[in-house]
């Protein structure tokens, strides 16, 4: 049996495309322990190659020799507009704090740049808060359209299965809006708090007896703005309520297609802690209505 790798303890990464067989294996390393996927769910290293050699970015973070995370993507066409697909963005656990995949996007901002594209699509989980935060709170990323069961039922351990609706997302690279928020420039914690106290909420949410938020009700968006709630931790939701993901499954479902429909926008994502519990939410706006022709 193989010796347990032990990771580097070193801040300094260095990001690079990926050249050997070994780096790409250890891409499937990488996914599997920060997704927790199982075996023949991680991009095999022969799709990574192609991908890499043909048009598409697999870009690492190593520490000395060790990856600690990637980003993999390709280009994509929609048969009117060449872009690059961001398929997969994953660090392992023991890095998860230090900001490396905010890194990595923005290195694969530089290579996207660098093939004359400006724009990246990608798609998402959107109960899933910290990809949340990452994508629109910090990159500037738009979700646009919302994909019901996008990949089928997918499985999570043995046994086990789980709905994968994603939201479709565009990440316009040249963007002002983008610019300013690769800068750092977001809206401060009052701001965000004033947005959400004076937003409608299009999910109802309540505290049950384990203490956790749970939706009990959806609405159609009204009002000029409005606030999506998802869970602030999904796993925490996984590991002590289990029944509860249904629950927010198909009450954001529900939500973000009506949202959608209704002509809104999601303008931002936030971590707003009204009495003291954080809460996670996405920022919607009406659209204005067109101006006459």
Same mark, same amino acid.
């Given at each position: 049996?193989?010796?347990?790798?032990?990771?580097?303890?070193?801040?300094?990464? @260095?990001?690079?495309?990926?050249?050997?067989?070994?780096?790409?294996?250890?891409?499937?390393?990488?996914?599997?322990?920060?997704?927790?996927l199982?075996?023949?769910?991680?991009?095999?290293?022969p799709?990574?190659?192609?991908?890499?050699?043909?048009?598409?970015?697999?870009?690492?973070?190593?520490? #000395?020799?060790?990856?600690?995370?990637?980003a993999?993507?390709?280009?994509?066409?929609?048969?009117?507009?060449?872009?690059?697909?961001?398929?997969? =963005?994953?660090?392992?656990?023991?890095?998860?704090n230090?900001h /490396?995949?905010?890194?990595?996007?923005?290195?694969?901002?530089?290579?996207?740049?660098? *093939?004359?594209?400006?724009?990246?699509?990608?798609?998402?989980?959107?109960? @899933? $808060?910290?990809?949340?935060?990452?994508?629109?709170?910090? /990159?500037?990323?738009?979700?646009?359209?919302?994909?019901?069961?996008?990949?089928?039922?997918?499985?999570? #351990?043995?046994?086990?299965?789980?709905?994968?609706?994603?939201?479709?997302?565009?990440?316009?690279?040249?963007?002002?809006?983008?610019?300013?928020?690769?800068?750092?420039?977001?809206? $401060?914690?009052? #701001?965000?708090?004033a947005?959400?106290?004076?937003?409608?909420?299009?999910?109802?949410?309540?505290?049950?007896? *384990?203490?956790?938020?749970?939706?009990?009700?959806?609405?159609?968006?009204?009002?000029? =703005?409005?606030?999506?709630?998802?869970?602030?931790?999904?796993? /925490?939701?996984?590991?002590?309520?289990?029944?509860?993901?249904?629950?927010?499954?198909?009450?954001?479902?529900?939500?973000?297609?009506?949202?959608?429909?209704?002509?809104?926008?999601?303008?931002?994502?936030?971590?707003?802690?009204?009495?003291?519990?954080?809460?996670?939410?996405?920022?919607?706006?009406?659209?204005?209505?067109?101006?006459?022709?």
């Amino acid at each position: 049996m193989a010796t347990p790798v032990t990771p580097p303890k070193s801040k300094d990464f @260095q990001f690079r495309r990926l050249q050997k067989p070994e780096e790409f294996r250890s891409v499937e390393e990488v996914h599997r322990a920060a997704g927790g996927l199982t075996e023949d769910a991680a991009v095999p290293t022969p799709v990574q190659r192609a991908v890499q050699d043909n048009g598409g970015i697999v870009i690492g973070a190593f520490v #000395e020799i060790y990856l600690a995370g990637f980003a993999l993507g390709f280009l994509g066409w929609d048969g009117e507009k060449l872009y690059h697909y961001a398929h997969v =963005t994953a660090v392992r656990p023991e890095y998860q704090n230090h900001h /490396l995949g905010f890194r990595l996007k923005t290195h694969q901002r530089d290579e996207v740049l660098k *093939q004359g594209l400006d724009e990246v699509r990608s798609t998402f989980d959107p109960l @899933q $808060s910290r990809t949340a935060f990452l994508n629109v709170r910090r /990159l500037g990323v738009v979700p646009d359209r919302y994909l019901l069961h996008y990949y089928g039922r997918l499985a999570a #351990e043995p046994g086990e299965s789980f709905e994968s609706d994603r939201v479709h997302a565009v990440w316009k690279l040249n963007d002002p809006a983008v610019v300013a928020r690769l800068e750092g420039k977001t809206p $401060s914690r009052a #701001e965000d708090e004033a947005r959400f106290a004076s937003s409608e909420p299009i999910v109802e949410t309540e505290v049950d007896d *384990q203490g956790l938020r749970v939706p009990t009700a959806v609405k159609e968006p009204a009002a000029p =703005t409005a606030h999506l709630e998802v869970p602030f931790d999904l796993e /925490l939701i996984h590991q002590h309520a289990p029944g509860n993901l249904r629950k927010w499954r198909h009450a954001t479902r529900d939500a973000f297609r009506a949202a959608f429909d209704t002509g809104y926008v999601v303008e931002d994502f936030a971590v707003v802690s009204p009495g003291h519990e954080r809460r996670s939410v996405y920022f919607l706006r009406a659209k204005p209505p067109a101006a006459p022709a």
